[in-house]
Structures are given as C-alpha cells and as structure tokens.
C-alpha cells in the first residue's frame, strides 16, 4: 500500500495528516466529512493514530477509493474500458481476417492470468509473525466508527474461506468485531458466499479456517465486494482487471492462500461453529446502526505483517461515502454480465443515495406486454441484484440516466396506478423496515408507456401547504419535485400523531392539486434536500405496507411504531457526535460549516 500512497500523492490525491488522531471516532469522522466533499475528497493517511492517547506505529490509510480518479488509477483504466472487455468475453465475436483471429487469440490467452499463482516459499505479508497469545488485535489500528457501535471494528478487511470439500475458494468484505485480543466477529450475512460454507462447517460440525488480509493491492478490496455468483473466486476478476495473476501465499496457521503482498493478514479458526456471539451495533452504510445480531466467530492464531505496513479502513454512514465510488464500477462491470439475463436492457443506475440495492433505474428496450413484469422479476430474482427493493424501468426514449432531473420528470409525464407493481421477495439483510428481517415488500414501477395526461392542477408549494394544513395538522413543510410533470411528488414533512394512512382518505379531497404524496418525518428530514430525503424514502419504506393507491398515491415514509403493526426495532441514524466534532475543531480537524453539516445531515 506504501506504493499506493505515493502514487495519489503524485497525483495530487493524498492528504498525510500529522496531528495525533484518536481512533475512537475522531479518524472515522475525518474520513466521512471527507468523502463528502466535490468529487470525494483525498485519500488520508493519518500518521499518528492513537488509542487511550498513546500513539500507535502503523498508519491509517482511509478514503482511498473516495474519488472517481482513484478508482479509475487502481483499475488502471476507464471503467468503462474494462465493461466493454467483459461485454466482449460473454458476447464474442468472430472474426474473419487473419490479422482478426490473432488478436483473438491473443486475447483469449491473455486470459489465463485471471487464475492466481500459490507461491511455496513466505511472502512479504509474512515478514513478521506473531504466533498464538503474541498475536494481539490490540496492536492493530483497529477504529470505532460510531459511537453507538459495539466497539472497534476492522472495516476493510478481505475476508478468505473455502468450501468443506476444498474444491470453492470466496473472497468477500465483511465487518469484523473485535471482542477480545484474540476473538474476532465475522459479520458475514446469510445470503453471503462465506456464510454458504460456513453452514457446511457448521453441518459437519467441524472448525473452520477464515484468515483476513488488509492492505496489499486495493484491487483487492473492491474485488472482495463484487456480487460475484458462488462459486467463483473473486481473485479471478482481480486477475481480468490488472491483467496480472493474484500471487498467493499459504497461511503459516491454516492451510488458506492470501494475496502475499498484503500489509497485515490475520488467521484463524471458527473452532466452534454452533457458537455465536452477539455482535453489534455498527453504524452501516444504510445511514443507520444495525441492530446486535447473533454471529460466528473466529479465534485469531496468528497475526503477520509486512515490514513496514499500513492499516487500510473505510467508514461507512449516510451518502454520500466511500462506497459511492465503489459502487460504481460494480454496476457498470456487472451490467454486461446482468444483460445475459435481461437483454433488452440498456443501462441501469443504483444511485448510492438510493443505498444502492434500495433503488435501481433501468433502461429497457421493451418488445411484448410483460417484458417490463420479466425485467422486473429477472431483477429480483438473479444473485445480490435480487435485493433491489424499489425498480423503476424507463423506455429506450428516456433521457440520460445521470439526468435525475429530467429521467424524474419523464417518470412523472407516464406514473399510471394500474403500472405499479407491488410484489415480495429477499431483502437485504440491512433493510430494517420491513415487518420481518430478510423478507419484504419490493415495489416496481413500469415508466415504459406513453405520456399520461395531465390531471391535477400545478400551485405553488405554500398554496398546496395551506390547502393541505386543515386537513393534516401535523403537516409542517412542503416540497414539490417534478411540478411540470403530469405527476408532481409532493414531499410533505409531518410530526407523526398516527400512522399516515390515516389520513389518505382526507388528503383525497385534493386530488385536483395532489397526485403523489411522500410523508416523512419532521425530525432529520428537510423536505427542501432532494439527496437525503430520496436516502430517508428508499430505506423507510416496505411498499406492500406502506403504499396507499387511491384517488391520490401516498406513500409513508416516516419511521414505523406498533401503531403502524411495525414490531422490529427501528434502529438510529449514524449520526456524528458534537463532542468529537468539538475536539476536531480545536485541534484544526474539521472546519466545515452549518450548511454543509446540514446538506449531508451529519448531526
Ligand atoms: C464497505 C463495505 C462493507 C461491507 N460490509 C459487509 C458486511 O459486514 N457483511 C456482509 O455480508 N457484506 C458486507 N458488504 C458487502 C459484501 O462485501 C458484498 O456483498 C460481497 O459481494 C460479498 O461477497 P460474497 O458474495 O463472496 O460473500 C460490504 C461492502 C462494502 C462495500
């Protein structure tokens, strides 16, 4: 990772920040106001972390995807370059000169360096060992990201299993507890590649070998996030992209392989599969803190390092972070892949402020009746994309996907009631606001028809306001989006008195002025910030419960009490703490003002 941080200091992309930094909430801070900033802020290294004012040896290098150059300069290219090969691999073609079938063949050869070398002798990820009650997570610069959350947590760890019989290896980020020195939470959620092995182990009742690498290559890590089916090692793709193979090392205490230029590589065994522990609350990239949950876990026996390494992490919270850059090139590597299922299909966004699963826009080329229901179902039915909560499908006439503007006005212009679809399936397991965990509602929306005609008439938000008032007095603010549309989407703040379908009927009377009405809570929601209010609606809300189609739409988004049958607990916003703030201020840290810690609704 050294190499890495001279390379962004180059290019003008690093921040070193030499001041003593508390890894108790004050470095995670820095690096989400960072990531806030224009195009996604500098990469940070903080030289100096502390815990309990002690300063710690090894650096923290935070927000290293956290700009759209970052990420192209560790693909190496244009994003979009590497989507084009990925399109070229599962729809080749076939040329026909001599010169054509060479090129071919050379790319086809190219090929065999997806598939990672296992070297025999140590790598530089080994240079120091520490072995059984030496290996202490202590030593490590681990964060607390929130002040909520169940304590330190190592946020960007590649996380390494393998399948019973030996034949599948995974790749896969998850969140890491540290309980104890040498006890560590694997936060891998059931519908992961990990957890899949995991009950194979658990099944045999047999201890299970995980080791986690940190640092190295941050290809790695974004390759540890790819939704990559089950099955399939996501060190290939780590191969495709860099055009190099993945060099492996054995684990010195299990017999798993790691990427040998890691920074630190943590190993172990979940000794006992049928044990759990509670782990939790973490503060996650939902903007909300996920609940304590039961978790396996792993005994750490042994702890290796480079030489002279540094300590990578990510904090996670409201959008826009981190994994908006991240995100990214999963959705435009995976859309060739996703066409194979859905051809007809153009382009799709997850917008990161629609939490990404909680929101996908998609562009289809419709044929038949029922294409759209097939898009729609092939959407919630394939891998990690089956998590898509809300799916909006827009004809091949829509305007650019990037233009949220114009795409929510042609949304507007063709919003018919008989094109909604209100189905149910798998959610992630992060979404808290359906009735039960894993299971929800999912709504679909079919924008592919022609233009609707316009029914209701356009007023000012303060007449709509004033019309609105009498009729639900715990209205405090309006907002219109989309008022030229054939369907304006009044966004309407209320202080919740009772649940809102109460009062559909009454708002009934306005259907002259109203056609879609989202009510959300007065409290953190500024109905004026279109970013966040769109972040509040796609996490607030399970459509088979909370969809009202009558003469108006009304569409709840508020948080959800017993009133509303709602029986889970509905966690907190990640929301930064006025006392570390405070401190940062003081030591020169933070610097931003009121509106900026309103626009992203940090407080
Ligand atoms: C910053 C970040 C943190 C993540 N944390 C977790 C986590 O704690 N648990 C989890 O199951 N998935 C987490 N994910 C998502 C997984 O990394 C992703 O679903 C990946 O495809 C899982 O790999 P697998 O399918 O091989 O299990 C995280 C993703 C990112 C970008």
């Not at 190592?154 to 995974?170: E, W």
Request: proline share 5%.
């Amino acid at each position: 990772m050294r190499a890495w941080i001279e390379r962004f200091e180059k290019m003008g992309e690093l921040k070193v920040i030499y001041e003593k930094v508390d890894l108790e909430l004050e470095m995670a801070h820095i690096a989400y106001a960072e990531a806030k900033k224009e195009g996604g802020g500098r990469a940070l290294l903080f030289a100096k972390p502390t815990r309990d004012g002690e300063v710690l040896q090894t650096p923290v290098f935070m927000n290293i995807y956290g700009s759209r150059k970052r990420t192209e300069a560790i693909f190496g290219r244009e994003i979009e370059q590497i989507a084009a090969r990925v399109q070229k691999l599962i729809a080749p073609d076939h040329p026909t000169t001599v010169g054509g079938k060479i090129a071919k063949l050379l790319d086809l050869w190219r090929l065999r360096k997806c598939f990672p070398t296992r070297s025999k002798k140590r790598g530089e990820c080994q240079a120091r060992i520490l072995l059984g009650k030496e290996a202490k997570l202590s030593d490590l610069p681990i964060l607390k990201t929130w002040k909520e959350d169940g304590g330190a947590f190592i946020t960007m760890g590649q996380v390494y299993t393998r399948s019973l019989d030996g034949k599948a290896r995974n790749l896969g980020m998850y969140r890491l507890q540290v309980f104890d020195d040498h006890t560590l939470g694997l936060h891998w959620q059931i519908h992961k590649d990990s957890s899949a092995f995991f009950c194979e182990y658990e099944k045999a009742g047999v201890p299970m070998p995980v080791s986690v690498a940190i640092g190295g290559d941050p290809l790695y890590v974004w390759c540890a996030t790819a939704p990559l089916p089950k099955g399939i090692f996501e060190l290939l793709a780590y191969g495709f992209i860099r055009e190099k193979r993945a060099k492996l090392v054995r684990c010195v205490t299990n017999d798993l392989f790691v990427p040998g230029d890691a920074d630190f590589t943590i190993e172990g065994f979940i000794d006992n599969p049928s044990a759990r522990l509670i782990e939790g609350p973490f503060g996650d990239h939902t903007g909300y803190y996920t609940p304590k949950e039961a978790y396996p876990f792993m005994r750490v026996g042994a702890i290796t390092s480079k030489r002279d390494p540094v300590f990578a992490a990510t904090v996670v919270g409201k959008p826009p972070i981190e994994d908006k850059y991240m995100g990214y090139p999963t959705e435009r590597i995976f859309l060739p892949l996703f066409r194979t299922s859905c051809p007809e299909l153009i382009d799709y966004k997850m917008p990161e402020n629609g939490v990404f699963h909680n929101l996908i826009i998609a562009k289809l080329r419709t044929r038949y009746d029922g294409h759209v229901l097939q898009a729609m179902h092939a959407f919630w039915g394939v891998g990690q994309m089956s998590f898509v909560k809300h799916a909006a499908f827009v004809g091949e006439d829509a305007p650019d996907l990037d233009d949220y503007e114009a795409t929510l006005e042609y949304c507007s212009d063709r919003f018919s009631t008989d094109r909604v679809v209100v189905a149910s399936g798998a959610l992630d397991a992060l979404d808290h606001s359906s009735p039960q965990p894993l299971f929800g509602g999912k709504l679909g929306l079919d924008f592919t028809g022609a233009k609707v005609k316009k029914k209701v008439s356009a007023v000012s938000d303060r007449e709509l306001f004033d019309k609105i008032k009498p009729l639900v007095p715990e209205a405090i603010k309006l907002k219109q989006y989309a008022i030229n549309g054939a369907n304006p989407i009044a966004l309407l703040q209320i202080r919740k008195v009772r649940p809102v379908k109460a009062f559909a009927s009454a708002l009934e009377s306005l259907k002259e002025y109203l056609s879609i009405v989202i009510a959300l809570d007065d409290r953190n929601n500024d109905v004026e910030n279109g970013y966040m209010s769109l972040w509040r609606i796609c996490n607030n809300i399970d459509a088979a419960r909370d969809l009202t189609l009558g003469a108006i739409v009304l569409l709840d988004a508020t948080t959800k009490d017993e009133a509303d049958g709602f029986n889970r607990e509905w966690p907190k916003d990640t929301d930064c703490d006025r006392d570390t703030i405070k401190r940062l201020r003081q030591k020169g840290l933070w610097d931003y003002d009121e509106a900026f810690e309103r626009k992203f609704q940090l407080l």
